[in-house]
């Protein structure tokens, strides 16, 4: 895994597979879905890590959205069973409908507070950072409570530099625009990471801004073999 979002292979019929199963969304949500599965530098990462791991068994996709991430890797065969949480109703439906035929549920939760469920990989993209500190350590000690083999974080590395300031400022002029009282905290790797080595995982960080300037990384934790 790079920060040079280096291409998957079959990553664009995927994707026309993926957006296929959303034709009762609207253009909007068809876009997004395909604009996120061919551009996100997280989409090759996540589906490079699942084919190295052999698979990702039961997924908790946490933030999920409209659930492109999880539904993309049922269709690679790359996950055995997806459960997603989002406190988006409409993209929650989104997701319901998309998933019709494939072993995935989507429900509305409030991630600060809702329970995680048992899985073998947990997976969380951009969400913790707009949640305040405590609930992130909480949700993360939920995660860690939950996940049987591995958590994936896509995260905002406060520490990276100049593209650390520049995603500050690029967070903060969003959050003006959006005016939907989110937080933006996002905490040290070391502080992300420290709960999770303590709970039994192996931790590790690649980059994951691939085309961006955004300090974007991905926080992998696998549990140590028994």
């Known amino acids: 895994m790079s920060g040079s979002g280096t291409a998957v292979p079959g990553l664009l019929a995927l994707t026309g597979q993926v957006t296929a199963r959303y034709g009762g969304a609207s253009r909007y949500a068809r876009n997004f879905v395909r604009g996120k599965l061919l551009t996100d530098p997280a989409t090759p990462a996540i589906l490079r890590l699942a084919r190295e791991a052999r ?16 539904l993309a890797l049922l269709t690679a065969g790359l996950a055995q069973a997806v459960h997603g949480l989002d ?37 969380i993209f951009d969400v913790l950072l707009q949640m305040p500190e405590a609930a992130q350590r ?66 590790s960080v690649t980059p994951c801004w691939g085309w961006t300037p955004l300090p974007n990384v991905m926080l992998l934790a696998e549990r140590e073999p028994t």
């Open 138 to 203: 909480g949700l993360i000690a939920r995660m860690a409570a939950a996940a049987r083999r591995r958590i994936v974080i896509r995260a905002f590395d406060p520490d990276c530099g100049w593209r650390a300031g520049l995603g500050r400022t690029m967070e903060e002029a969003g959050r003006r625009l959006r005016r939907d009282g989110s937080a933006f905290r996002p905490l040290p790797l070391a502080e992300l990471a420290a709960p999770l080595r303590v709970a039994g995982f192996r931790t």
């Open 87 to 123: 406190l988006d109703p409409g993209k929650i439906a989104d997701a319901r409908r998309a998933s019709t035929g494939l072993p995935a549920d989507f429900a509305v939760a409030d991630l600060g507070r809702a329970a995680v469920p048992e899985c073998d990989t947990a997976l």
């Open 55 to 70: 698979g990702f068994g039961v997924v908790a996709d946490l933030g999920c959205g409209r659930g492109q991430v999880g």
